[in-house]
């Protein structure tokens, strides 16, 4: 099976690899402020097609990516999460970006859960990371809920040099003494 067929299912999630078909519900995000305050900002509607591309296009490549997380009750693309491992970045990261929609379900959780499970399990990573702004609480709050702890700050690759972060992560065998 290739890893552009992986598929992994929760209770009320299907993680999958990003379709043409989710591009709608991704520019929507990319629309939304709120939603993109901490992930670089929003973008237009082509701005958004070049950096929809880019999950699909690290699966090819780099044989993982952010999984595009759908609801499936609904069968909606409420965001993507997962594994991230771009030029120049500080660790191998887990990261997240949900549509405000998604918001307060509890769906981070579950996919980051799962998403993390699958890194160290499928890509034989040692140590997951989440780069997250200072003024993320949310975000921070999920790296807690994880069993992630704030390493202090790191420094991301341009154009996001500017950005104050704080890297919160774990090791392989944190996370498995934590779901023992």
């Known amino acids: 099976m290739s890893r552009l067929d992986t598929r992994i299912e ?6 999958r690899v990003q379709r043409a078909e989710d ?14 305050r901490y992930i670089g900002g929003t973008s237009p509607r082509a701005a958004a097609w070049r950096k929809f591309l880019q999950m699909p296009g690290a699966w090819l490549v780099q044989g993982f990516g952010m999984f595009a997380v759908i609801e499936k009750s609904t069968n909606q693309w409420v965001g993507n999460i997962g594994p991230w491992y771009p030029e120049g970045w500080p660790g191998t990261e887990v990261g997240w970006a949900l549509r405000r929609a998604a918001w307060g379900k509890g769906y981070a959780f579950e996919a980051a859960e799962a998403a993390i499970d699958w890194a160290f399990e499928e890509l034989g990573w040692t140590e997951v990371i989440h780069s997250i702004d200072l003024d993320n609480l949310g975000s921070q709050q999920l790296a807690q809920r994880l069993g992630s702890h704030n390493k202090g700050r790191g420094k991301l690759p341009a154009p996001f040099e ?3 972060i704080d890297i919160w992560g774990q090791t392989r065998d944190e996370w498995r003494a934590r779901k023992r």
């Open 23 to 36: 591009f709608e519900y991704f520019a929507e995000l990319q629309r939304d402020e709120e939603a993109c």
């Open 162 to 164: 500017d950005v104050v």
């Open 10 to 15: 929760t209770d009320r999630l299907l993680l």
